[in-house]
């Protein structure tokens, strides 16, 4: 029986990582079985461009439906580079929010992420894009689990 809130999967791949070419989070976009799931590839070199599309996605997705339902739940997963980007994606979502409103006037919504599975961050890939806090999780986040870090001594969540 599927789940009755709306389900939302953001997948950032690592830095080659492709659906056509799956590792770890591709096979876990693949077995994902919420209400609609995307999957984004950080770029070589890694750029925000896919943390700007997948938050509009989001964005897009929550505001379509919020008079639909009290609620949804998204998910975020990242392996390597691409974790480093899931945890941008998870604050651009707790500090700016999505704005809702076609009319001009600001209606922010924030989006609480119910889940955030990370495999190996490595932040040092980003080659200089300002990332917030990289191993910090922002207060939207309800569980989240990481496996390995890079550096070893970087703090987990």
């Not at 209606?107 to 894009?129: C, Y």
Request: aromatic content about 12%; glycine content about 8%.
């Amino acid at each position: 029986q599927q789940n009755q809130t709306p389900q939302i999967g953001i997948f950032f791949g690592g830095a080659a990582e492709t659906l056509l070419k799956p590792w770890s989070i591709g096979q876990l976009y693949k077995d994902y079985d919420g209400n609609e799931k995307d999957f984004f590839t950080p770029g070589v070199p890694a750029n925000f461009l896919s943390v700007t599309l997948a938050h509009n996605v989001v964005c897009s997705w929550s505001c379509k439906h919020r008079a639909a339902c009290e609620g949804w739940d998204v998910d975020i997963f990242g392996y390597s580079r691409g974790a480093i980007l899931a945890v941008e994606l998870a604050n651009r979502l707790n500090f700016e929010g999505c704005d809702c409103n076609d009319d001009g006037n600001a209606d922010i919504l924030p989006v609480n992420i119910r889940f955030m599975g990370l495999i190996d961050p490595v932040e040092f890939a980003l080659f200089g894009l300002p990332v917030r806090h990289p191993y910090v999780a922002p207060p939207n986040i309800r569980w989240a689990i990481q496996h390995g870090c890079d550096p070893p001594d970087a703090p987990v969540f």
